[in-house]
């Protein structure tokens, strides 16, 4: 079946600008995730949905990023004035439950360059 | 708060050479352990996993053994070929839902 799929695969973009990545989990996942992939730190978690209840903020780096989840599907993350040290590759994840076990799979990720 | 360490690379191997990356972590709770594997111009994919102290995960010749005595989900492969080359992350998950990180190991592998 279909994989979780992130548009656009990348975005160049100007500093000040604001911009909106989508995710599109595997139909039928419950949990969203969004990380974020960069040369100087690694790969680090962003937020978390989990079916209807309120999202997992604590890995958002600052008030010019938020993200929704609209319906239980598709998911949307949106940095406001966009900054150069907002350059990575940013990564969708799901999985059918939260638990420890259950594999989270990855999207592709959008690649994100701020000039 | 939770932490995943792995050896650094870039690590250059020669076709059917023995493979180890090492993690190590620190996590409150029981965590279940992970090893992903990025291909080049490739997602993150999940290469295999353990979630409880003396589970072996296992897939396509690598395997990892969780050590909660000391702490180590080792990756090995005792034949690597050149089709393995990748950036491999070794993660957890310890209570929380995200996945934490190593931050990654580059294998070349030369034929």
């Known amino acids: 079946g279909a994989g979780v799929s992130q548009s656009p695969s990348n975005k160049v973009t100007e500093k000040g600008k604001d911009v909106e990545l989508r995710c599109d989990p595997i139909?039928?996942?419950?949990?969203l995730y969004w990380y974020r992939q960069s040369l100087g730190q690694g790969l680090e978690f962003l937020i978390y949905?989990?079916?209807?209840?309120?999202?997992?903020k604590s890995g958002l780096p600052s008030d010019r990023f938020s993200a929704e989840r609209t319906g239980g599907s598709v998911s949307t993350l949106t940095i406001q004035r966009t900054q150069q040290e907002d350059s990575a590759v940013y990564l969708c994840?799901?999985?059918?439950?939260?638990?420890?076990?259950?594999?989270?799979?990855f999207g592709p990720g959008t690649r994100l360059t701020v000039t | 708060g939770d932490s995943v360490t792995q050896m650094e690379g870039p690590v250059t191997l020669s076709e059917e050479a023995f493979l180890t990356i090492n993690c190590t972590y620190t996590?409150?709770?029981?965590?279940?352990l992970f090893w992903y594997v990025q291909y080049p111009g490739e997602g993150l994919q999940l290469l295999l996993k353990?979630?409880?102290?003396?589970d072996k995960g296992s897939n396509k010749g690598f395997e990892a053994t969780y050590r909660k005595e000391t702490t180590s989900f080792h990756l090995e492969k005792g034949s690597v070929q050149v089709s393995d080359s990748a950036v491999y992350f070794c993660?957890?998950?310890?209570?929380?839902?995200?996945?934490?990180f190593g931050k990654g190991t580059k294998l070349s592998v030369i034929p």
């Open positions: 949905f989990q079916g209807n209840s309120a999202p997992d």
């Open positions: 996590a409150t709770g029981y965590p279940s």
């Open positions: 353990a979630t409880k102290a003396d």
């Open positions: 994840a799901s999985s059918s439950q939260p638990t420890n076990s259950y594999e989270q799979y």
């Open positions: 139909s039928g996942h419950t949990a």
């Open positions: 993660a957890l998950r310890a209570g929380s839902y995200q996945l934490t």
